[in-house]
């Protein structure tokens, strides 16, 4: 069982928007503004898409944003492209003890 | 560009330790006061931190693993390492290596990311 829970599927017609939660607790994502999204396409390496929250990258589509409301966090893709589905990551730095904690990962289908 | 490569033994034996090597290229090992990390996804399941050797040479390891593993660094060489030690069938994964950005030793984010290898434990 992973430390942050994600939904384990989504999807969504291209055009459309979708929303990935990532819910933790108040010992990780509630305490730090350190969460990150990967994502990764099938025998391929993740990919950092979001950091601090809602940090992009260099090179990083705008179609990609990311929020925190409390101990939730969120990745939200707006006009979704065939080119997005893949599998997503969050996470978050959990304190001196645990460290660091994903996900267990959501897979995006384009309809 | 930061490119990182994972290399070692693709099969271990049950009990045995796993040996892997990450070499980094198109930049040192020793600037940016970046921390060198690995983590593993077993086939079909999600990813999970296996642990980081910060700039300072400190490590910092997952819990559940701490007393199996050791991460360390080569700078003459540019490449950092991991052993796992007693090794079983749960340990078999895709093993990445990755770049860590880190904020007063507060984990930010892992990029780039190595290509991955796949380490089967069996006998």
């Known amino acids: 069982q992973s430390a942050l829970t994600q939904p384990a599927s989504v999807s969504g017609s291209p055009g459309q928007s979708i929303t990935i939660s990532c819910t933790g607790t108040s010992s990780d994502v509630g305490s730090y503004n350190l969460v990150s999204w990967y994502q990764q396409h099938p025998g391929k390496a993740p990919k950092l898409m979001i950091y601090e929250v809602s940090k992009r990258p260099s090179g990083v589509s705008n179609r990609f944003s990311g929020s925190k409301s409390g101990n939730t966090a969120s990745l939200t893709i707006s006009g979704l492209q065939a080119e997005d589905e893949a599998d997503y990551y969050c996470?978050?730095?959990?304190?001196?003890?645990?460290?660091?904690?994903f996900g267990g990962g959501t897979k995006l289908t384009v309809l | 560009q930061l490119q990182l490569q994972e290399s070692g033994s693709g099969l271990v034996k049950p009990s045995q330790t796993l040996s892997l090597t990450c070499a980094v290229s198109?930049?040192?090992?020793?600037?940016?006061?970046?921390?060198w990390s690995w983590i593993r996804q077993p086939p079909g399941k999600g990813l999970e931190w296996i642990g980081y050797i910060y700039h300072s040479g400190s490590t910092y390891y997952n819990p559940s693993l701490k007393s199996r593993v050791t991460i360390s660094v080569d700078r003459s060489k540019n490449q950092f390492s991991l052993k796992l030690s007693s090794v079983t069938a749960a340990d078999t994964a895709v093993y990445y290596c990755a770049r860590v950005s880190s904020v007063f030793n507060e984990v930010n984010w892992f990029d780039p990311w190595g290509q991955g290898t796949l380490v089967t434990v069996s006998s």
């Open positions: 996470c978050s730095y959990a304190g001196s003890s645990t460290y660091v904690v």
């Open positions: 198109g930049g040192s090992i020793s600037s940016g006061g970046y921390s």
